[in-house]
């Protein structure tokens, strides 16, 4: 069922039931009878909904000769009111099904828009070795690698010649230690190396264009290098003296659709 039509079922009931007398059994009988029947359309048999509705009850648990009719009344209200707060939920969830769904559309959207894009995005800071080596490997497997100081001004500010070259399929990270830093609360030999910070910044805006899979860190093997926080516990690759973080690249590539020959690295 789409989520036009199971909203207007939904809204549609809520006012049948707060409008509910007090004691119409029959009515709220055929309502509960009919909400079942929505959940497990809507939501599926086993949805914890269907659980939830049966246990509310508008009669008081415990009952006695002798106690007075606004109990029952009370009770007869409070159930009305949490079955409109249930709708109310379930209406909810519908709403946020529908946000994640138009989210994960654009994400697909974005996807393929870059799919065939051969242009590579490289972030990098002060380590020109480490710089070049990417350079180098992309180039060798047919990839266009972009690196933003070797593209034309063209009068443009930095941020605009950013975004304009940002239009790529594919962007690599390079972490290098090139900061030295510390929090205010900490002493200076408590510091640590960094990446520069217009790398950290450049990493989010990719992550956030091209979806995380899109994206590699690639991290320089330094003692004592911070890694962002925010990025802690994505698998990262790291440059490793023996190479072997450039087939680790290809494989990342390959699972982004990229055709690319492993053996042109031999």
């Not at 789409?2 to 007090?22: E, G």
């Not at 509705?53 to 009719?69: Q, R, T």
């Amino acid at each position: 069922m789409d989520n036009t039509t199971s909203n207007k079922l939904l809204t549609d009931i809520r006012p049948q039931v707060a409008s509910l007398k007090y004691k119409d059994y029959q009515a709220i009988d055929a309502i509960r009878k009919k909400l079942e029947m929505y959940i497990g359309k809507i939501f599926g048999m086993a949805s914890s909904y269907k659980d939830t509705l049966k246990k509310i009850s508008l009669s008081p648990s415990i009952s006695f000769s002798g106690m007075p009719e606004s109990a029952y009344y009370e009770s007869w209200e409070s159930g009305k009111n949490k079955i409109v707060n249930l709708i109310d939920t379930m209406l909810e969830d519908i709403s946020l099904s529908e946000l994640e769904n138009s989210s994960s559309n654009k994400q697909l959207v974005a996807v393929a828009a870059v799919k065939h894009n051969n242009n590579i995005f490289i972030v990098h800071g002060h380590n020109e070795e480490m710089k070049a080596s990417v350079a180098r490997v992309l180039e060798k497997i047919s990839l266009n690698p972009i690196i933003l100081h070797e593209q034309a001004n063209q009068g443009k500010t930095i941020i605009e010649k950013f975004t304009d070259h940002s239009e790529v399929g594919f962007s690599i990270v390079l972490l290098s230690a090139d900061d030295y830093g510390y929090s205010i609360k900490q002493e200076p030999e408590e510091g640590k190396l960094r990446a520069r910070q217009n790398v950290i910044l450049e990493l989010g805006y990719f992550i956030g264009k091209l979806g995380r899979n899109r994206v590699i860190a690639l991290v320089e093997t330094a003692s004592n290098f911070e890694f962002p926080s925010d990025y802690q516990g994505v698998i990262y690759i790291p440059y490793d003296k023996d190479g072997n973080w450039k087939f680790s690249i290809l494989k990342e590539l390959k699972a982004c659709g990229y055709d690319v020959d492993a053996n042109k690295l031999l």
